[in-house]
């Protein structure tokens, strides 16, 4: 499928990173870009495909690998968590080719009662924020946009930091029910508790620096 690429970080958990890639596969043509890192991943190329490198690099630095790398129009940044049920890439594509910079699955609104400190699912419609579970991008507006932070190690709330730089720089982003499901998220429940809560916390920690208090960056709530 011309102009989309999906994009996915191996990092362990192999049956269901296979599970995952067989989902897309099975639903849409559209070519696939993997990438691992670090040693404990250095057989992802002959078990998969993709490209390894021996240095270990984090959440931000690898999604900017692929953003600086394949040449569609946009690309998908998925969590191998996420399992395709049907054509997940035509309504995305359509939704993207109608002037959003970001459609994703899960998302939603900064919460401004709480000072920025949660993010509301209010369901379809433009957000805020998009979750990294599946998260479409225009490449060259996210590239424009600084991309990922490559401060971000771990996955967890670097995800609204990007979309909240897409924002920033005047993209939209919406939210839509898509043919996805989602099984156990390795990323999440099968890390360190320590080291989960503490990038966790750097991660949002940026965010409030950043982005606290500018709320004309922000859609119009619903």
């Avoid at 996420?82 to 594509?93: E, M």
């Avoid at 730089?165 to 898509?178: F, P, S, T, V, Y």
Wanted: hydrophobic share 35%; charged share 25%; proline share 3%.
């Amino acid at each position: 499928m011309a102009g989309i690429r999906i994009c996915l970080i191996a990092d362990g958990f192999f049956d269901d990173f296979r599970t995952c890639v067989d989902s897309i596969k099975q639903f849409t043509s559209a070519p696939i870009s993997i990438f691992a890192s670090g040693k404990e991943n250095k057989d992802v190329p002959e078990l998969f495909g993709g490209m390894w490198q021996k240095n270990k690099l984090g959440w931000g630095h690898s999604v900017n690998h692929f953003l600086n790398t394949v040449t569609e129009k946009y690309v998908v940044i998925m969590d191998p968590s996420t399992n395709f049920t049907g054509d997940a890439i035509t309504p995305v594509l359509e939704k993207l080719e109608s002037g959003y910079q970001g459609v994703g699955w899960r998302g939603g609104l900064v919460n401004l009662d709480d000072e920025w400190r949660t993010i509301d699912d209010r369901g379809e419609g433009e957000v805020d924020v998009l979750f990294s579970y599946f998260f479409a991008l225009d490449r060259e507006f996210a590239l424009k946009a600084g991309g990922a932070n490559g401060s971000a190690t771990y996955y967890r709330n670097a995800d609204i930091e990007l979309s909240l730089a897409l924002r920033a720089a005047g993209g939209k982003l919406w939210q839509m029910e898509l043919p996805l499901i989602q099984g156990r998220h390795h990323g999440y429940h099968d890390v360190d508790p320590e080291y989960r809560e503490k990038k966790s916390r750097e991660n949002y920690n940026r965010i409030l620096e950043k982005y606290r208090g500018r709320v004309e960056i922000l859609t119009p709530r619903r």
